[in-house]
T-cell receptor, first 115, second 116 residues
C-alpha cells in the first residue's frame, strides 16, 4: 500500500487566498483525521470522519476552515480566506476500527505558508 | 477523559549511551499506548504500541517501551543511541473504557538530540 497520500507537499499563498489541501487515506480505512502542527501549539486535531461523515469538528479553528470527504478515498481541507496565522504543517491520518488499537497512519504533511 | 504527559521538552544523550524518553498517562479503563517518531520535514511514523500482555514492548529501529501500570508510565527506551535517532518523539493514548471509537490523545512531544 502506498500509505496516506497528501498534496501538495508545500503551498505558499498570499493572505486572503483560498487554500485547498488534499488527502487520500489508506484503502480500507474508515476513519480519517486532519491535524495541524505548529511550534506554538504542537499537534492539534482539527476534525475527523468516520465512513465519510464528520464526527467531531470541535478542533476546527473558525469558520474559515472547512473539510469534506466526498468518498472513502478522498478528503479536502479548505481555508478561505487564508491568514498568516494559518501557516503550519497540516497532516492527514487514517485508521480502521478493525485494527486492534486503532493506531493511526500519517501522511507526509502539507507545509502551508501564508504571506 | 484520557490524557498523556511528556515532561521533558528535550533529551540529550551521547551516541552509544542508553536513552529514555518519558511518558505518563491518565485513563479511566485500560490504556492503549503508542509511540510515534517524527523526523525533520516528515510525517509521524509509528514506532510501537502496547495493547495487552508483556509489559516490555519492542518496536522499530531497536526501540522498546515499558508499560508500568502502577506508575501509569510508558517510557521509551533504547540501549544504545544513534545520531540518526535524533528526532521528535510523541506518546499517545486511548482509553479502552470509553464507548465507541476514540481519537488518540497525543503528548506535546520530546525532542531527542543524540550527539556524536
Amino acid at each position: 500500500d502506498a500509505g496516506v497520500i497528501q498534496s501538495p507537499r508545500h503551498e505558499v499563498t498570499e493572505m486572503g487566498q483560498e487554500v485547498t489541501l488534499r488527502c487520500k487515506p489508506i484503502s480500507g480505512h474508515d476513519y480519517l483525521f486532519w491535524y495541524r502542527q505548529t511550534m506554538m501549539r504542537g499537534l492539534e486535531l482539527l476534525i475527523y470522519f468516520n465512513n465519510n461523515v464528520p464526527i467531531d469538528d470541535s478542533g476546527m479553528p473558525e469558520d474559515r476552515f472547512s473539510a469534506k470527504m466526498p468518498n472513502a478515498s478522498f478528503s479536502t481541507l479548505k481555508i478561505q480566506p487564508s491568514e498568516p496565522r494559518d501557516s503550519a504543517v497540516y497532516f492527514c491520518a487514517s485508521t480502521s476500527r478493525g485494527l486492534a488499537a486503532h493506531e493511526q497512519f500519517f501522511g507526509p504533511g502539507t507545509r502551508l505558508t501564508v504571506l | 477523559a484520557q490524557s498523556v504527559a511528556q515532561p521533558e521538552d528535550q533529551v540529550n544523550v551521547a551516541e552509544g549511551n542508553p536513552l529514555t524518553v518519558k511518558c505518563t498517562y491518565s485513563v479511566s479503563g485500560n490504556p492503549y499506548l503508542f509511540w510515534y517518531v517524527q523526523y525533520p520535514n516528515r510525517g509521524l511514523q509509528f514506532l510501537l504500541k502496547y495493547i495487552t500482555g508483556d509489559n516490555l514492548v519492542k518496536g522499530s529501529y531497536g526501540f522498546e517501551a515499558e508499560f508500568n501500570k502502577s506508575q501509569t508510565s510508558f517510557h521509551l527506551k533504547k540501549p544504545s543511541a544513534l545520531v540518526s535517532d535524533s528526532a521528535l518523539y510523541f506518546c499517545a493514548v486511548r482509553d479502552s473504557a470509553e464507548p465507541g471509537f476514540q481519537k488518540l490523545v497525543f503528548g506535546t512531544g520530546t525532542r531527542l538530540l543524540v550527539s556524536p
